[in-house]
């Protein structure tokens, strides 16, 4: 089993910046894409940005240019860089990874408001 916990949420003002990780647990070997998607109340849940494990990456227009994922193999854990934040980017955001199965993190709330 693989388990995926997600820290760094919280309460920002606009254009604030904040910093999410999620560590990878368990039977890791098999994950290749990891990433982040949100969901904000009333909306389907959306990609953000995802990373392989050879380090491409591809973002959302949304968030591109403002946002950056990383990953750190040796750690098993992925980051999300999150600068310029505006209210809409108010989310749960959540921490996937994909191989054979996929999996996802229980999430954490990031707050964007004055």
């Known amino acids: 089993q693989v388990q995926l916990v997600e820290s760094g949420g919280g309460l920002v003002q606009p254009g604030g910046s904040l910093r999410l990780s999620c560590a990878a647990s368990?039977?890791?070997?098999?994950?290749?894409?990891m990433g982040w998607y949100r969901q904000a109340p009333g909306k389907q849940r959306e990609l953000v940005a995802v990373v392989t494990g050879g380090g491409t990456s591809n973002y959302a227009d949304s968030v591109n240019g403002r946002f950056t994922i990383s990953r750190d193999n040796a750690k098993n854990t992925v980051y999300l860089q999150m600068n310029s934040l505006r209210p809409e980017d108010t989310a749960v955001y959540y921490c996937a990874g994909f191989g054979v199965r996929e999996y996802w993190g229980q999430g954490t709330q990031v707050t964007v408001s004055s």
């Open positions: 368990g039977t890791i070997s098999g994950i290749n894409v």
